[in-house]
């Protein structure tokens, strides 16, 4: 599965304004209703299903990066969003670091193959330092935009 | 009915004892040859000693002709991994306990899917209903336990002045994800249909998702109507003292929590912002009585040790709280817990063999639970390839006043459904089915 499968790029934030977890949360929600990718009613239900998965253990992964994500029947396909935060937010990671890269993931429950290899998707991508940095560093959601297309196209790790 | 029991502990023991007198066949395996010994000589079941994870061990226990496996050993992985090899194995229905609130998340992996389990409960959890339910109305409709947990069930008395009394169910303005479930006047229950006018003092069950319920109340209660809210005391800061604490609308309940941990302590102040959490030990009277014990309405103790909870049970029952009701495991304390004063004692055996009594079904019936007043049952229903109930939308369905679809579930989500709404094959339903037309619902919901 590549980014350009489940990310929207209308909805791509970079210089978040949030500053702490439930901010972020929302407003990379947002981003996905903004790019008309959720429902405006479903909102707020959709920002308490990732809040409570948040609750069972932090999805920041460490390297200051955090995958957010949950299953709602309310979309009909995958859909997902990146946001970027130059002053990194504090989302309970593992190994403490504040977070400055989102990737917030929302999947209809009857496909849980696209959610895994989503998930995995971002993983073996993030394995490659340089991209992980250059994304951090981005000012503006083309740059990310970008990068996502380069890793898509097997720029950073091969396969 | 043949039973396989996976892990001989309090409550496997118990739940393999109690099913043994009802007449079932029940076969347990445990990996402690002492068990296996003691359950062999004192009960009427086949004990087999040997891993539970373990195809050679399920093969010997005949998990191939089994009607209902039960995963309940000590370890959460061994009872998943059990569990669904039984279902392989061909098992017809199989149950696992787990701790660990991770397992019963679906956001990033859906175990019972996965897994291909019926059911997986917590029993923290499922005790946390319990003390939930005698705490709001131990009449309602238990729909708590249904549908993991999704589903909250509210009752209220219709008050003379709202917006509601006087008029027909079916010109209500309803929020949507709220369904009127039953109605009682007088005495007597029945499943509401669209047809029935309300009265001013009927008492309705509102059943949906939480949120929801909490907007469609004002509907039927008085504009004026503004009751002070419960205070509940709980001791314990555990699974079952979370949930629980969740469970209780900060609408209606002050709550305060003790819990000796610190850490566990900042975690539960986090998870739930409308509760008073504090650093305390709830086995010490002074403490008991600085915090109030002695005034709230509610005095809960669940602390994991069912000597604390008897104890502090009995301290909160001297200083005047009102209701007191303690968590007890063990079978033989059960009989002193009233002679000491405690209103109530629950324990998760009984919460477990509750649940296991409602899964020995035939059919499409995964489970069912009778109301208090015997006029209701709750079904929980498979809905199976080719059964009469997928052939048209729910408002076509010849269901009214006699079968109303509570919730669907639908790839592990929970919604309250509409009239346009049409079964799917793989959807479990919840189902308040009227008695006197039991038979009839249930065939629609078999393959003829």
New interface residues.
């Given amino acids: 599965m590549k980014f350009a499968d489940f990310i929207n790029t209308k909805a791509i934030r970079a210089e978040l304004k949030a500053v702490s977890k439930e901010e972020v949360i929302q407003e990379l929600v947002q981003s996905l209703l903004d790019a008309g990718q959720i429902e405006a009613d479903q909102k707020d239900d959709i920002i308490s ?2 809040m ?2 948040e ?3 932090s ?1 920041g992964i460490g390297r200051g990066v955090a995958v957010p ?5 309310s979309v009909q396909k995958l859909v997902g969003t990146v946001g970027v935060s130059s002053e990194g937010v504090d989302f309970d990671s593992l190994d403490g670091e504040r977070v400055q890269l989102f990737f917030l993931l929302i999947s ?3 496909r ?1 193959g696209d959610h ?1 290899r989503a ?1 995995e998707n971002i993983s073996r991508q993030l394995r490659d330092e340089n991209f992980c940095r250059f994304l951090k560093q981005s000012k503006t959601p083309e740059d990310i935009s970008q990068l996502l297309q380069e890793a898509d196209d097997n720029q950073f790790v091969s396969g | 009915m043949r039973i396989l029991v996976l892990g001989a502990g309090t409550v496997g023991r118990w739940i393999a004892d109690m099913l043994c007198r009802r007449r079932h066949s029940v076969i347990v395996v445990d990996h402690d040859p002492h068990n296996v010994r003691r359950i062999n000589s004192e009960l009427d079941v086949r004990a087999i000693e040997g891993n539970a994870s373990q195809s050679t061990v399920l093969f010997q226990a005949d998990v191939c002709g089994a009607d209902i496996c039960l995963a309940v050993t000590g370890d959460d992985e061994v009872n998943i991994v059990a569990a669904s090899m039984a279902k392989a194995l061909g098992t017809r229905r199989s149950i696992a306990r787990v701790y660990a609130p991770a397992f019963r998340d679906l956001s990033t992996f859906d175990y019972q899917r996965h897994f291909n389990i019926d059911s997986i409960l917590s029993l923290e959890q499922l005790t946390a209903y319990e003390l939930t339910r005698a705490i709001r109305n131990p009449d309602a409709i238990p729909l708590e336990h249904f549908a993991r947990g999704q589903l909250e069930v509210y009752e209220m008395e219709v008050a003379g002045k709202s917006s509601a009394a006087g008029e027909k169910l079916r010109d209500l303005k309803i929020p949507g994800g709220v369904r009127i479930g039953s109605l009682a006047r007088e005495g007597r229950m029945w499943i509401a249909s669209g047809e029935d006018e309300l009265h001013s003092g009927d008492r309705v069950s509102l059943v949906g998702m939480p949120d929801a319920v909490a907007k469609a109340r004002v509907l039927f209660g008085g504009s004026s109507e503004r009751t002070s809210k419960k205070r509940v005391m709980i001791a314990g800061g555990g699974e079952t003292g979370y949930h629980l604490a969740g469970s209780l609308s900060p609408h209606d309940y002050r709550i305060v929590m003790l819990e000796q941990d610190v850490d566990r302590c900042e975690h539960l102040s986090k998870l739930l912002p409308n509760v008073t959490v504090i650093k305390a030990n709830a086995n010490r009277r002074s403490i008991l009585e600085d915090e109030g014990a002695g005034t709230v309405d509610h005095f809960v103790a669940c602390t994991g040790n069912d000597e604390s909870n008897i104890m502090s049970g009995v301290e909160a029952r001297e200083l005047g709280a009102a209701r007191v009701m303690c968590v007890v495991g063990r079978p033989d304390y059960a009989n002193v817990v009233g002679k000491l004063g405690i209103d109530r004692a629950v324990s998760e055996r009984d919460v477990l063999a509750r649940q296991v009594l409602g899964f020995l079904n035939e059919g499409s019936v995964i489970s069912q639970r009778r109301l208090p007043n015997g006029e209701i049952a709750v079904y929980e229903l498979e809905i199976v390839e080719g059964s009469q109930v997928t052939d048209a939308t729910l408002a076509e369905l010849p269901f009214a006043g006699r079968c109303l679809i509570a919730a669907i579930q639908r790839d592990g989500f929970v919604r309250v459904p509409r009239a346009d709404d049409q079964l799917k094959p793989g959807d479990i339903v919840v189902a308040l089915v009227d008695q006197a037309s039991t038979e009839e619902c249930l065939s629609m919901f078999n393959v003829a």
């Fill in positions: 299903a990732i409570k998965r609750e069972l253990g999805t994500h949950t299953k709602h029947p209809p429950p009857e849980p895994l998930l």
